[in-house]
């Protein structure tokens, strides 16, 4: 009976490429059957044109074998390739969310175990400085270990959004209110939200993306700048733009903006450490939601990063 289960899994091409976490025209087992059938259609093309080709059945059928082993073996190369890769692409998913949750759990508890001994020491003293550097990183680490699972998440096929209608203003109120209230923040922030319609999205992805947004605005702006969150309906869609008086990125670096673990080289004047895995993120989760998101930026001069939904 076990074998007989064994067989019927390994002969199931959605669980096969479900396991992978891959789409169907990138499974392995998928695309072996498609060249399969290609290579069989050509088998037999190349039959009944020989026959009048060449008219002696021998010479027929001596150059479909030759062909068949030819393009099996081409096919079968093919193949054998993209497993390779569809197995790397699944254990590299898999060890990262090994690792990430693995992580998780001892840096919660040692987030709310550095708040606990912060708040016991002296305000003054040179040991809270060294807590608060100790809270602040890691916090960081923190952030770097969820925008890793996310990024595993995203790259499986599987990982589902979920709609519901709710306001975005309000979602966006809610973040921005826990920066405006930071009296230790370096920068100043304005707002200039209109009345916009409720959308259908998913409201915790575009909380990632907004927040994402803003603390890389306030982040690389030096103190005394500015920072600008806007919300707009513009036909049928709704903008939210964040604009910077910060440090800006070159022009040569701005294709390479959104991609995984990229960092604009001038990051060293603000002495902010990243994963470079946001802003891949922002651009995963607002493509997928239907959006588009891009930005404008010149060194030493600001950045301005907007994603664009559309209303339903």
């Not at 966006?172 to 209230?181: F, G, N, Q, R, T």
């Not at 910060?246 to 390479?256: C, L, N, Q, T, V």
Request: glycine share 8%; with cysteine; proline share 4%.
């Amino acid at each position: 009976m076990p074998n007989k289960k064994k067989i019927s899994e390994e002969l199931n091409i959605f669980k096969q490429c479900e396991d992978y976490g891959v789409p169907l025209w990138k499974c392995p087992q998928f695309l072996f059957l498609v060249m399969g059938i290609i290579i069989i259609a050509i088998l037999l093309g190349t039959y009944l044109i020989g026959e009048d080709v060449f008219g002696e059945p021998i010479i027929v059928f001596i150059v479909v074998v030759v062909e068949a082993m030819i393009l099996f073996t081409i096919g079968f190369a093919v193949v054998s390739g993209f497993e390779k890769m569809a197995q790397a692409n699944q254990m590299k998913s898999d060890f990262i969310d090994l690792v990430t949750h693995q992580l998780r759990s001892p840096l919660t508890t040692l987030k709310w175990g550095f708040q606990d001994l912060k708040d016991e020491i002296e305000k003054s003293g040179e040991e809270k400085e060294i807590m608060e550097g100790l809270e602040s990183n890691v916090e960081k680490m923190s952030d770097m270990v969820n925008n890793l699972l996310m990024v595993s998440r995203m790259d499986q096929e599987g990982h589902e959004f979920v709609e519901e209608k709710f306001s975005i203003k309000e979602l966006a109120e809610d973040i921005l209110k826990d920066y405006m209230v930071d009296e230790n923040q370096p920068v100043k922030i304005k707002k200039s939200f209109e009345d916009v319609p409720e959308v259908i999205s998913d409201p915790s992805q575009l909380e990632i993306v907004m927040d994402n947004l803003i603390s890389n605005a306030i982040k690389y702006t030096p103190e005394g700048g500015n920072v600008e969150v806007r919300l707009r309906k513009e036909d049928k869609k709704i903008v939210f733009e964040v604009e910077d008086s910060g440090i800006g990125i070159p022009k040569r670096e701005h294709h390479k903006v959104f991609e995984k673990f990229e960092r604009a080289s001038n990051v060293e004047e603000v002495k902010e450490t990243g994963s470079g895995l946001g802003l891949f993120l922002t651009k995963e989760i607002i493509e997928k939601l239907g959006g588009k998101i891009d930005f404008e930026s010149e060194k030493g001069k600001g950045s301005t990063f907007w994603f664009q939904i559309p209303v339903k």
